[in-house]
Every structure is written in structure tokens, then in C-alpha cells.
């Protein structure tokens, strides 16, 4: 039978492939896999700008590029479970997939805070080099496998702003008894300081700073601090977001459902999310500086940079944070161990690439 003949013939009998069947003499593979259907529960809000992009991105681009073998439909935090609930509802099964950021799942382990960022942690590039490059991608696959979980990295803000604050912050004494909302190890170093620190998703955030249950936030950034509308609670915007330097956000997949894919549908959630890595870490760059520009000039927002003494308390709080956390369990000591590795060796190169050519461009250009 010809290779034409062949394809007809599998169309004709309603053929269904996971692999093309073969044609021009090619092999022919035929499984007759039916469509799959995959629920992706996200920590977000619907099409939120950027992060809530990346899920339907990553949804998106697995449907179309297995020809609809493989496709994503996509609850937004609170369609099918709440945000917080996004990890057990796939470890479960009763969702595939989740999008969002793994700092979320401390109380799982620790160990998933790196992952997504810690204070004076890594920048996306830097995240990005140990996960893929720096042995950080073997250790999240591990710590995934003991909750059922497989993880892949699916995009990242860049450095964030330091936060939405309603009253001027000047000093330490600023700090005490501040309650800010700020997730993670972060968290537990703002607290430290004598802020009270809480974890919200990002949905309840405006009307938690507009009430007055929280008196600060961080979030993200100008894009999506925009499109919030914070502006309108708060106007003192302190920079830079020591707490999240480059937050990573992440798919994670039921590990059974994974395991039970064939390898080119394996690649092809992969390369799914990794194409929305990279377009998320665009995005920030591109909408951020756009988003700042209007919140200054249109917003009346007040730039402040945090003080130096806040800074220095919580670089101290972080490193007796992280230091504990290292000691909880073997699985967060390794990879403590392994990011600081990661993060030195890249902070060597960046400071004589990155940050000293930066320094040269504002030195001749001023920008």
C-alpha cells in the first residue's frame, strides 16, 4: 500500500494517533489513542496579565502542538478548587496539572520555596541555569516524586518590586507590626523583623489592602501591580524585591498521569513549558518599564527605595531562615546546598557581566 493509500485508510478508519502514522514508505505507528482530555487547576486568576498567561500559554501550546491528541482545559483559582488547594487536588487526581508558583507548598516541604525564589536568591537567569544546568531540575524531580508530583519550570517575573506600602516606609521601626502580605520564606524573614506577615492568593489581595486587613503587599511588579489597581489603596512603592529576585513558576503534574504519556507527548509538555518560560520572562521585561511610566506619571505613585537598614535585617533573617529550613529534612538540606553552589558560581560571572556592564551603560548613556 502506498504511503497515501495508507494515510486514507487510517483517516477513513477513524485513526486517532499519538505518533503520525507513517507515510512516503515511513514507518507507520498507529496506537489508536483516543483524545486526552487534562485538567489544569491554576493559583491565579483567569488571563491575568503575564502569570495567569502562562497557563493558558502552556495549555495552549500542548493542544495545538499534539494536534488536539493532548488537550488542556484550563480552571482558573476557584473555578474547580481554591488556589491553596491547586497541589493536593493533582497529587489527588482529581485535577492533572496545577500552574503557579511552588512557594505556595512550604508546608509540604520547604524545600519547594527554591524553586520559585527565595530573599537574596537567584535572578531568572540564574534559576534558570541551575534547574536545567546546575543539577537543580534532578532534586525537584525528587522532592515532586515523594508527593507524586512531576515539575517543570513554565515562567518567571524577573525581579520584583519590594512592595505596595500605605504609609511611607523610612526605617526598621517602619517594619514593626506592619501586616504585609508576602508568601514563602520571605514571609517568615519579614516576620522576623516584627512584620506580620501573611499568605493570600493573589485574588484577594486588592480587597484585603482595601479593607484594611493588610497594610502592604508585594505582588509582582508594575504590569501586573497595574492592572490590580494597588495603586488606588497605596502609594508608596518600594523597590528592589529582595524577597523574589526572579520568581520562577512552575506546572506541576500528577505523576501517574505523567508516567502513563508516551515519550513524544512527554516532549512535547516540556517544550510547552519551556516555550512559556521564555515568553513570560519577555513579557516582564517588555510591560514593566511601559507599567512603571504610567503609575509614576499618571498615578502620582511614590518611588521609594527600601532603606538600608531593612535591607540589612532582612539579609541577617534570611540567612538564619534558609540555615533552618536546611535542617528540617535531607531533601531541603540538598538542595540548600546545591542553590547556594548555583548561586555563588553565578553571582561571580554576573557581577563581571550583568552588573558591571550595566553600571558602564548607565555610566555613558545614563539609562
Given amino acids: 500500500m502506498t504511503g497515501g493509500a495508507l494515510g486514507a485508510a487510517a483517516l477513513a478508519a477513524g485513526c486517532d494517533c499519538a505518533e503520525r502514522c507513517g507515510v512516503d514508505g515511513g514507518p507507520a505507528v498507529v496506537t489508536n489513542r483516543a483524545a486526552r482530555e487534562l485538567k489544569m487547576v491554576t493559583t491565579l486568576p483567569k488571563d491575568f496579565p503575564g502569570l495567569g498567561e502562562a497557563a493558558t500559554n502552556v495549555a495552549k501550546a500542548i493542544t495545538e502542538m499534539s494536534g488536539g491528541s493532548l488537550r488542556v482545559k484550563v480552571f482558573a483559582a476557584g473555578e474547580l478548587v481554591g488556589a491553596f488547594e491547586s497541589f493536593d487536588a493533582v497529587a489527588q487526581g482529581a485535577a492533572d496539572m496545577y500552574h503557579g508558583a511552588d512557594y505556595y507548598w512550604v508546608g509540604k516541604s520547604k524545600a519547594y520555596a527554591f524553586f520559585t525564589a527565595v530573599p537574596f536568591g537567584m535572578t531568572a537567569q540564574e534559576i534558570m541555569a541551575w534547574t536545567e544546568f546546575g543539577g537543580g531540575q534532578a532534586l525537584w524531580d525528587e522532592l515532586g516524586a515523594g508527593f507524586g508530583m512531576k515539575h517543570f519550570a513554565a515562567g518567571n517575573t524577573g525581579v520584583q518590586m519590594g512592595g505596595w506600602f500605605k504609609r511611607d516606609i523610612r526605617s526598621l521601626d517602619d517594619m514593626k507590626g506592619l501586616k504585609i502580605r508576602m508568601p514563602g520564606l520571605g514571609g517568615e524573614a519579614m516576620r522576623r523583623i516584627g512584620a506580620a506577615a501573611v499568605s493570600l492568593p493573589g485574588g484577594e489581595l486588592f480587597q484585603a489592602l482595601q479593607s484594611g486587613t493588610i497594610d502592604a503587599t508585594e505582588w509582582v511588579g508594575p504590569w501586573n501591580d497595574l492592572a490590580f489597581g494597588f495603586y488606588t489603596q497605596a502609594k508608596y512603592y518600594l523597590y528592589p524585591g529582595i524577597h523574589e529576585p526572579g520568581a520562577q513558576l512552575t506546572v506541576g503534574m500528577n505523576l501517574d498521569v505523567w508516567?502513563?504519556?508516551?515519550?513524544?507527548?512527554?516532549?512535547?509538555?516540556?517544550?510547552?513549558?519551556?516555550?512559556?518560560?521564555?515568553?513570560?520572562?519577555?513579557?516582564?521585561?517588555?510591560?514593566?518599564?511601559e507599567a512603571l511610566k504610567v503609575l509614576l506619571e499618571e498615578h502620582g505613585v511614590q518611588l521609594r527605595r527600601q532603606p538600608a537598614d531593612v535591607l540589612k535585617a532582612l539579609a541577617e533573617a534570611t540567612q538564619a531562615v534558609l540555615e533552618e529550613a536546611a535542617a528540617e529534612d535531607d531533601i531541603t538540606g540538598r538542595t540548600y546546598e546545591s542553590f547556594k553552589r548555583s548561586l555563588a558560581t553565578g553571582a561571580g560571572w554576573s557581577a563581571i557581566a550583568d552588573e558591571a556592564y550595566l553600571a558602564a551603560r548607565r555610566d555613558a548613556l545614563g539609562l
Fill in 259 to 289: 508516567e502513563d504519556l508516551t515519550l513524544a507527548e512527554r516532549s512535547i509538555i516540556e517544550n510547552a513549558c519551556r516555550a512559556a518560560n521564555h515568553r513570560s520572562i519577555a513579557q516582564y521585561a517588555h510591560y514593566s518599564g
